[in-house]
């Protein structure tokens, strides 16, 4: 199984997503071609209901511990509940250019 796959399935199994976008974004930065280390995640749940934004990242974070412990590098959460899915705006939620690293 992938990475982006098991992110996928721990994701959908702790939070029954209503909406739900696991985004490779290695091929974004300076690592080796088919790499899984860098992720944008869109999770939209009602489980997210009454909770703050950092409740939610930590929720996420404890659902990836050993992704994360693993071979993710980095991940970028957009944690929302149906009401703020339907009022975002699409602009907000890219991801900026990687600003290089590995010695450059």
């Known amino acids: 199984m992938t990475?982006?796959?098991a992110i996928e399935d721990k994701l959908r199994s702790a939070f029954d997503p209503e909406h739900l976008e696991v985004i490779n974004?290695?091929?974004m930065h300076n690592?080796?071609?088919g790499s899984e280390s860098h992720f944008k995640v869109f999770i939209v749940s009602a489980?997210?209901?009454g909770?703050?934004?950092v409740?939610?990242?930590r929720a996420v974070n404890?659902?990836?511990a050993e992704e994360l412990a693993g071979g993710v590098h980095a991940l970028s959460m957009h944690t929302m509940?149906?009401?703020e899915w339907r009022a975002q705006n699409p602009e907000e939620l890219a991801s900026p250019n990687c600003k290089g690293g590995f010695g450059k």
């Open 3 to 5: 990475i982006q796959a």
């Open 25 to 27: 974004e290695s091929y």
């Open 31 to 33: 690592v080796p071609p």
């Open 47 to 49: 489980a997210f209901d």
């Open 51 to 53: 909770e703050k934004k």
């Open 55 to 57: 409740a939610r990242q």
């Open 62 to 64: 404890k659902a990836l």
């Open 81 to 83: 509940t149906p009401e």
